[in-house]
């Protein structure tokens, strides 16, 4: 097969979380073991990091793998879901993984998928853990699908587990309080395997993690309770901000560099500094010199997209994959803080999730252009257009979020800002991304 071929056997003979939604879940790790067992348990012969957590994961795998690659190391990242190209879900210092490869892979795998019947997902991680092995990897960033205890990516020993902020998200999944989507998460933590958790938010989360982590003899640093991230200003479209000690209110590195800009970075930024420190402890080489040079090109490192990500300015483009309520509510008091003149979003969503809360927090001030993205799980345009109406918000409906973007910016002064976003697959359908 083609790699055009072998891509479109995965999609047609797998189901496919992101197309289909729940009929493509299948928790469980029984699978994955059986598919990298056929390949030699790959994911045991290279050092990992493991990251679980409702927002902010994908951001702080990536953060985490440019400073190791700063520090000299080879490293491979995998993630989900890719924005634009399949091959962007694994990758070895930066590069993506090459078509030659999943061509393959596939082939040689054909007859173990017909047999065990995987799910995408699961043929994704086994794929991933072997091209890491075959790249001589000296360690490995793995970001968690979904929940934790019973994603596929959790059969393996890490050297370092890692738990971003936990909000409501896939509940008919994971569970309907945050205490029980808490425990789904901390499932990542292994017997004797530190672990850091960005940010306390709670004590019903917070203690569920404790429980797990003592449980465990897990060694626990929740980062916002030992450091904070001051923002000082924003410089030539990065952020500056100071790490600081929270104890002693001693500054640890002065006006640090990020790349990812948003305010909501800034837990994540703690999160990232305890995690390197923690792996620092361990007797990884990573120093204060390669954690600055990394936090200040970690798009231009690892080759992420999509994170608070400025497409053009006059009027100014902003988009982000932020797809749920705990998500949104950061991303749009970032958006309203940097608005110097009208508010435009265009936006669209899926349609297998409750979106009447993430859509109250939108503005009733603002113009709407509404979309629909290119996935069988869209919801449609004119039915979020009657949806958002409910709750005040006013606009037209376009097919795709190419042709609302362009409406958007010709209605547009220069002093008007324009979001886009509501979902992930609104942002990958991007032109210009």
């Known amino acids: 097969m083609t790699y055009q071929e072998t891509i479109g056997y995965l999609y047609d003979r797998l189901p496919v979380f992101q197309n289909i939604g729940a009929r493509a879940f299948k928790p469980g790790l029984h699978t994955t073991r059986e598919l990298c067992k056929a390949l030699g348990d790959p994911q045991d012969k290279y050092p990992t990091i493991h990251i679980a957590g409702t927002n902010g994961k994908g951001s702080t795998s990536h953060m985490l793998a440019a400073i190791l690659q700063a520090s000299g190391y080879r490293v491979g990242l995998y993630t989900s879901p890719h924005l634009k190209d399949f091959r962007e879900r694994i990758r070895v210092n930066g590069a993506c993984v090459p078509e030659d490869f999943i061509i393959s892979f596939v082939a040689d795998q ?55 902020n936990i909000s409501f998200d896939h509940m008919q999944f994971l569970g309907d309080t945050l205490g029980k989507i808490a425990a789904e998460k901390a499932g990542i933590i292994k017997s004797g395997v530190p672990v850091v958790v960005s940010e306390y938010q709670n004590t019903e989360i917070g203690d569920v993690i404790t429980t797990a982590a003592r449980a465990a003899n897990a060694p626990l640093t929740f980062a916002s309770n030992a450091f904070e991230v001051v923002f000082n200003a924003l410089h030539e479209g990065k952020m500056l901000v100071d790490v600081k000690e929270k104890a002693s209110g001693a500054i640890l590195m002065k006006d640090l560099l990020a790349d990812l800009t948003g305010s909501y970075q800034l837990k994540n930024i703690a999160g990232v500094w305890a995690a390197a420190k923690a792996l ?154």
């Open 110 to 164: 054909k007859s173990n998928i017909d047999r065990l019947s995987p799910s995408f997902f699961e043929v994704t991680v086994a794929m991933a853990f072997s091209y890491f092995e075959q790249a001589n990897v000296d360690v490995v960033v793995i970001e968690v699908g979904m929940g934790g205890s019973l994603d596929s990516t959790n059969i393996i020993m890490p050297e370092l587990s890692v738990i971003t």
């Open 280 to 433: 620092a402890s361990k007797g990884w080489n990573i120093t204060d010199d390669s954690i600055r040079k990394a936090m200040q090109s970690v798009s231009a490192i690892t080759g992420l997209k999509g994170r608070w990500q400025q497409l053009r300015q006059c009027p100014d483009v902003y988009c982000d994959t932020a797809h749920n309520t705990a998500g949104l509510t950061m991303t749009l008091a970032q958006f309203d803080s940097v608005c110097k003149g009208v508010k435009r979003f265009v936006v669209g969503f899926v349609g297998d999730k409750d979106i009447s809360t993430m859509l109250s927090l939108f503005p009733q001030d603002a113009e709407y252009y509404f979309c629909e993205p290119s996935n069988m799980r869209a919801l449609k345009a004119e039915e979020l257009q009657s949806r958002a109406l409910e709750h005040g918000l006013t606009g037209k409906a376009f097919r795709n979020v190419n042709e609302a973007l362009e409406e958007a910016i010709k209605d547009s002064a220069p002093a008007d800002a324009i979001y886009v976003g509501g979902s992930t697959f609104v942002v990958a359908d991007i032109e210009s991304l």
